[in-house]
């Protein structure tokens, strides 16, 4: 069986569009149609619904996808193998999301040590919000995602990477400094909240929701894209904000801002390694997670 119509297949289930799937492909639309097609013909079966609005498979297009999708897995195993001697040198490419926590403190420096263990490897780290990283995972598009929150998604996996410390960051001098406040005198405050998808954000959320309170019983004054914005903010004093603590550390060593604690509050995370299911993991993405996993220990 031709894999690279199975390929096409997989991409129009998964992505529900022709022309997206010839997008993630890199190979024009009406290419993709005429894979499928002659996949159809082949088995002699409709394997897709093109009646809706989105493409949908057929309940022969399900049991296909399943066992075409562990096809594909075995397939890129043995590409990699057969690309890479088992004890040589490291080599090849690894591009890997983060989301803006990790993403701006943690991973630049984890990806930069172990790049100059393995000269042969180049990197490439996207950062962006933990929903669009996952989407991304999910679409092949990066081998690895790093990502503050774990959201549920078809053909995602998700594993417990590291632990980050959340804390509420506040100006230096702030009365907020250095004291354990209650959530009423956090009402009466300015609050700098990251944009919806942010991990740190949802963490926040979740740990208001079990002390009774909502976001919207704060005093929410901006909403910004990323947790450089947000700290920002703090520095110039133009509120408080949740954040990953180690977003701020060097903030915190050079005395520009503080750090407060609320009553009944004890955000942290789980920052999450996220991979697409049935994928099958190349050498070098191996070798980074073994890494960070000791260096982040």
Known sequence: MDTRQLAAFCAVVERRSFSQAAEQLGVTQPAVSLQIR?????????????SGRRVEPTDAGRRLYRSAHKLLAMEEQLLAELGEEADGELGG?????????????????????????????HIALSVSDTQHVVEQVARRELELGVVGAARRHRGVVFEPFFRDEVVLAVPAGHRFADRTVTL????????VLMQEGAGVRQVIDDELREAGVRLRDLDVRLELGLQESARSAVIGGYGVTFISRSAIEADLAAGTVAVGRVEGL????????????????????????????????
């Open 93 to 121: 490419r690894l591009e890997l999301g983060a989301s803006t926590g990790p993403g701006g403190t943690v991973m630049p420096v984890v990806l930069a040590e172990f790049q100059q263990l393995h000269p042969g490897v």
């Open 184 to 191: 009423d005198e956090l009402k009466q405050e300015p609050l």
């Open 38 to 50: 002659s996949l159809e013909k082949r088995l002699g079966l409709q394997l897709l619904d093109r």
């Open 266 to 297: 004890e955000p942290s995370r789980e920052i999450s390694l996220a991979r697409s299911a049935g994928r099958a993991e190349t050498r070098v993405a191996q070798a980074f997670v073994e890494f960070a996993r000791s260096r982040l220990a």
